[in-house]
């Protein structure tokens, strides 16, 4: 029952989480949840929730992964291929290495092997934090996909060097050989396993809706959610990278019957299905999160604060001159990236191909540690074989703790103040947006044209008068549809903009309409419930549309 109410509590803080956000003060949503999680930590509560990362990790990782990679740009993801794996592998094999070294020579206590497997917690960055903290829409298109594409990856590296680092802390033994050899298996095994589980997935799902087409959607909606956990500890039990394999997987789906064949309310619901999962278990993560910073931030200064004010300081100086190597690094990685790309742009001649410090510094102050880091750290055995405690772990935790809690400060003042007034420009997808609308909208006339002639055959003159009206009414959409589009290079004149706003205002206030009318018919007990779903349903759908190309052509 105390479990039951504790996952009551936690959904009840998520929903709080969203509705503060209406408050007239906007505040970034992973910083409500975790305010929102410290808060429940309140000794008078009586809540705390052990953080076991094991299960963290099966539970909420690979959904959200397996979500992020669905989602993303595949074509962006593989043109930004080698900034992407620079940062994913090269950065955090370095932050390894040099904030691995610098943590063991700060704090002598934290052994070396425990220094490393501090930085590889380290490593990995949080897209969902950065988006919820920088906005939607915020940050450039083409430096979003970078930071999006790291954060997928380093995940998987930073937690095989956290791995690699562990089993040194353990047996003392380390090889740079055989840690390289079992990384490139343990990664592409992973990648591998999450693509053929998807397909499979996707080839059963297939097979079964093909039967059932007219069927209930819930059960391919539920297949979905299975990949993710499947891929995961299919390669989990093998020995590889359960993480890759769910963001393998969610990128296989798009080039899977499952995510584009089938009825159009499987992927209605599909989706509606992945956006609150998506909602519920970030949130979920986050509010974990503050729950944890109490008992390990709290406790660790309360007690040093007893021995010492000294000591106190020591332990914040701690968090404060990791953050800064962290920080110092990822801006001499970036830099460094920009600057050799930047010489590779000029020899083909383009001018004034510099690394711009302004970006340097968004990529570098976007480096926000999260969940990961946390269960990661908190993976770390608290003994040696020999039952001796392992040297420097509780000093660890407390500083990737901190380090976190930093990272996130610091975003939410600096990526503000960053982008302020920082013109994004034309979307730079707009023209093939375009360009797809008008041959989708040329394809449905030709459609339309082609059922028209097949459909008139052998009516008599009456029949096939009203064939060519109702075809001239459909295709009419398109036409105007085709008008309003005109061409990149000739907008359309102001006039015809008014009256596509005057439509657009139109066709929303009859669809308002109609749903105000079907709510007052259930009201009045005219028509019952289920009629009424079924045709809100309908409205809603049709508005979404409406607003959906409202907002493309905006």
Same mark, same amino acid.
């Given at each position: 029952?105390?479990?039951v109410f504790?996952?009551?509590?936690?959904?009840?803080?998520?929903?709080a989480?969203g !509705?503060?956000?209406?408050?007239?003060?906007?505040?970034?949503?992973?910083?409500?949840?975790?305010v929102?999680?410290?808060?429940?930590?309140?000794?008078?509560?009586?809540?705390?929730?052990?953080?076991?990362?094991?299960?963290?990790?099966?539970?909420?990782?690979?959904?959200?992964?397996?979500?992020?990679?669905w989602?993303?740009?595949k074509?962006e993801?593989?043109?930004?291929?080698?900034?992407?794996?620079?940062?994913?592998?090269?950065?955090?094999?370095?932050?390894?290495?040099?904030?691995?070294?610098?943590?063991?020579?700060?704090?002598?206590?934290?052994?070396?092997p425990?220094?490393?497997?501090?930085?590889?917690?380290?490593s990995?960055?949080?897209?969902?934090?950065?988006?919820g903290?920088?906005?939607k829409n915020?940050?450039?298109?083409?430096?979003?996909h970078?930071?999006?594409?790291?954060?997928?990856?380093?995940?998987a590296?930073?937690?095989?060097?956290?791995?690699?680092?562990?089993?040194a802390?353990?047996? !003392?033994?380390?090889?740079?050989?055989?840690?390289?050899?079992?990384?490139?298996?343990?990664a592409?095994?992973?990648?591998?396993?999450?693509?053929?589980?998807?397909?499979?997935?996707?080839?059963?799902?297939?097979?079964?809706?093909?039967?059932?087409?007219?069927?209930?959607?819930?059960p391919?909606v539920?297949?979905?959610?299975?990949?993710?956990?499947?891929?995961?500890?299919?390669?989990?039990h093998f020995?590889?990278?359960?993480?890759?394999?769910?963001?393998?997987a969610?990128?296989?789906?798009?080039?899977?019957?499952?995510?584009?064949?089938?009825p159009?309310?499987?992927?209605?619901?599909?989706?509606?299905?992945?956006?609150m999962i998506?909602?519920?278990?970030?949130?979920?993560?986050?509010?974990?999160?503050g729950?944890?910073?109490?008992?390990?931030?709290?406790?660790?200064?309360?007690?040093?604060h007893?021995?010492?004010?000294?000591?106190?300081l020591?332990?914040?100086?701690?968090?404060?001159?990791?953050?800064?190597?962290l920080?110092?690094?990822?801006?001499?990685?970036v830099?460094?990236?920009?600057?050799?790309?930047?010489?590779?742009?000029?020899?083909?001649?383009?001018?004034?191909?510099?690394? !711009?410090?302004?970006?340097?510094?968004?990529?570098?102050?976007?480096?926000?540690?999260g969940?990961?880091?946390?269960?990661?750290?908190?993976?770390?055995?608290?003994?040696l074989?020999?039952?001796?405690?392992?040297?420097?772990?509780?000093?660890?935790?407390?500083?990737?703790?901190?380090?976190?809690?930093v990272?996130?400060?610091?975003?939410?003042?600096?990526?503000?103040?960053?982008?302020?007034?920082?013109?994004?420009?034309?979307?730079?997808?707009?023209?093939?947006?375009?360009?797809?609308?008008?041959?989708?909208?040329?394809a449905?006339?030709?459609?339309?044209?082609?059922?028209?002639?097949?459909?008139?055959?052998?009516l008599?003159?009456?029949?096939?008068?009203?064939?060519?009206?109702?075809?001239?009414?459909?295709?009419?959409?398109?036409?105007?549809?085709?008008?309003?589009?005109?061409?990149?290079?000739?907008?359309?004149?102001?006039?015809?903009?008014?009256?596509?706003a005057?439509?657009?205002?139109?066709?929303?206030?009859?669809?308002?309409?109609?749903?105000?009318?079907?709510?007052?018919?259930?009201?009045?007990?005219?028509i019952?419930?289920?009629?009424?779903?079924?045709l809100m349903?309908?409205?809603?759908?049709?508005?979404?549309?409406l607003i959906?190309?409202?907002v493309?052509?905006?």
């Amino acid at each position: 029952m105390e479990i039951v109410f504790t996952v009551l509590i936690l959904l009840l803080a998520v929903a709080a989480s969203g !509705g503060v956000r209406v408050m007239p003060v906007k505040l970034p949503l992973p910083l409500v949840q975790i305010v929102l999680g410290a808060l429940l930590a309140w000794p008078r509560l009586g809540l705390h929730v052990t953080f076991d990362p094991e299960i963290f990790m099966m539970l909420f990782i690979p959904p959200l992964l397996f979500a992020d990679g669905w989602r993303i740009p595949k074509r962006e993801f593989f043109m930004a291929r080698r900034a992407i794996l620079l940062l994913a592998l090269g950065l955090v094999f370095m932050t390894v290495l040099a904030v691995g070294y610098f943590v063991h020579a700060l704090v002598p206590a934290i052994s070396l092997p425990v220094a490393f497997a501090l930085a590889a917690v380290l490593s990995p960055t949080d897209a969902v934090a950065l988006t919820g903290i920088a906005g939607k829409n915020r940050i450039p298109g083409q430096l979003m996909h970078i930071l999006e594409g790291e954060a997928l990856m380093n995940d998987a590296s930073g937690l095989v060097a956290l791995k690699f680092a562990i089993a040194a802390a353990l047996t !003392g033994v380390f090889s740079l050989r055989d840690a390289s050899i079992s990384f490139v298996i343990i990664a592409l095994g992973g990648l591998a396993t999450g693509a053929v589980v998807s397909w499979l997935f996707s080839f059963v799902s297939a097979r079964f809706l093909s039967v059932m087409e007219n069927g209930d959607p819930a059960p391919g909606v539920v297949m979905t959610l299975l990949i993710p956990f499947a891929a995961y500890l299919f390669a989990e039990h093998f020995g590889w990278s359960g993480i890759l394999a769910a963001v393998a997987a969610g990128m296989m789906m798009n080039y899977t019957s499952i995510a584009h064949a089938g009825p159009v309310a499987e992927r209605v619901r599909a989706n509606s299905t992945w956006a609150m999962i998506e909602f519920v278990f970030n949130g979920m993560v986050f509010i974990l999160l503050g729950l944890q910073f109490p008992h390990i931030l709290g406790r660790a200064l309360i007690d040093a604060h007893e021995t010492s004010n000294e000591q106190m300081l020591l332990l914040i100086g701690y968090i404060a001159a990791v953050a800064v190597a962290l920080y110092a690094l990822r801006f001499v990685w970036v830099w460094l990236l920009r600057w050799y790309a930047s010489r590779g742009a000029a020899k083909q001649g383009m001018a004034n191909a510099v690394p !711009g410090l302004r970006t340097v510094t968004i990529t570098t102050v976007a480096g926000v540690r999260g969940a990961v880091t946390m269960a990661g750290v908190l993976s770390l055995p608290e003994a040696l074989p020999n039952g001796v405690a392992l040297p420097g772990r509780d000093l660890a935790i407390f500083i990737a703790a901190g380090v976190i809690l930093v990272s996130l400060l610091v975003a939410v003042v600096a990526l503000p103040l960053l982008l302020h007034g920082w013109r994004r420009g034309r979307d730079p997808h707009a023209a093939e947006e375009r360009h797809a609308r008008k041959l989708a909208a040329q394809a449905a006339i030709r459609a339309v044209d082609d059922l028209h002639e097949t459909a008139s055959a052998g009516l008599d003159e009456s029949a096939s008068a009203y064939a060519t009206d109702v075809t001239a009414r459909v295709m009419d959409i398109y036409r105007r549809r085709l008008a309003t589009l005109g061409d990149a290079t000739t907008p359309p004149s102001e006039l015809a903009r008014r009256a596509e706003a005057l439509e657009f205002q139109m066709k929303l206030a009859a669809i308002r309409a109609e749903r105000a009318v079907l709510l007052s018919l259930r009201n009045t007990q005219k028509i019952n419930d289920e009629t009424l779903n079924k045709l809100m349903r309908e409205v809603d759908l049709s508005e979404t549309a409406l607003i959906t190309r409202g907002v493309a052509r905006a």
